[in-house]
T-cell receptor, first 115, second 109 residues
Framework: DTEVTQTPKHLVMGMTNKKSLKCEQH?????MYWYKQKAKKPPELMFV???????INESVPSRFSPECPNSSLLNLHLHALQPEDSALYLC??????????????FGEGSRLTVL | GQSLEQPSEVTAVEGAIVQINCTYQ??????LSWYQQHDGGAPTFLSY????GLEETGRFSSFLSRSDSYGYLLLQELQMKDSASYFC??????????FGAGTRLFVKA
């Protein structure tokens, strides 16, 4: 199994809603990532979990709250988002340090629209 | 700072060869990766160069020259399905992968 699975694929939410994005991988990877991607732009790193501990937070607003319940699962909790947060949210995993092997495995993404 | 520069668009015809260049200015550069992303899809890893030289994977090859802070992705025997965005990325040796702005490749019949 070489997949990273993300749900939901599409999400529309109001600015007062609370929702969560979910990500799952069964490749035994110990690093998991959340990226945000706007149209025609590269992915931007948001959070990194290594061995289920938060390693990197790229100064992401607190309305985004990551959670890593176990080595296979990664969640992104969303609350009080703004319309400018509308984007494709990509989950990724790597065997270890992405720099060691150079490869990130990405999920198909959750396309979020904030009204 | 860290930055990777690549052309915004490249157009080529089916069956041709195209080269997408990437120059970088990053502190602590570790290695250069290449990703392909079709519209509406996920980025997919294509290749990785940790050392200078050419890496070949089927129709795709990637090259790195550390002394020139330069790399490229070479796509041979272009097919319509190769129309996509291509990103070069610096792995920085850690968890933080820095992506270039991306090159949109248009393959014409």
């Amino acid at each position: 199994d070489t997949e990273v699975t993300q749900t939901p694929k599409h999400l529309v939410m109001g600015m007062t809603n609370k929702k969560s994005l979910k990500c799952e991988q069964h490749m035994g990877h110990r690093a998991m990532y959340w990226y945000k991607q706007k149209a025609k732009k590269p992915p931007e790193l948001m959070f990194v979990y290594s061995y289920e501990k938060l390693s990197i937070n790229e100064s992401v607003p607190s309305r985004f709250s990551p959670e890593c319940p176990n080595s296979s699962l990664l969640n992104l909790h969303l609350h009080a988002l703004q319309p400018e947060d509308s984007a494709l949210y990509l989950c990724a995993s790597s065997r270890g340090l992405a720099g060691s092997f150079g490869e990130l495995f990405f999920g198909e993404g959750s396309r979020l629209t904030v009204l | 700072g860290q930055s990777l520069e690549q052309p915004s668009e490249v157009t080529a015809v089916e069956g041709a060869i195209v080269q997408i260049n990437c120059t970088y200015q990053t502190s602590g550069f570790y290695g250069l990766s290449w990703y392909q992303q079709h519209d509406g899809g996920a980025p997919t890893f294509l290749s990785y160069n940790a050392l200078d030289g050419l890496e070949e994977t089927g129709r795709f090859s990637s090259f790195l020259s550390r002394s020139d802070s330069y790399g490229y992705l070479l796509l041979q025997e272009l097919q319509m399905k190769d129309s996509a965005s291509y990103f070069c990325a610096d792995n920085t040796g850690g968890f933080k992968t820095i992506f270039g702005a991306g090159t949109r490749l248009f393959v014409k019949a």
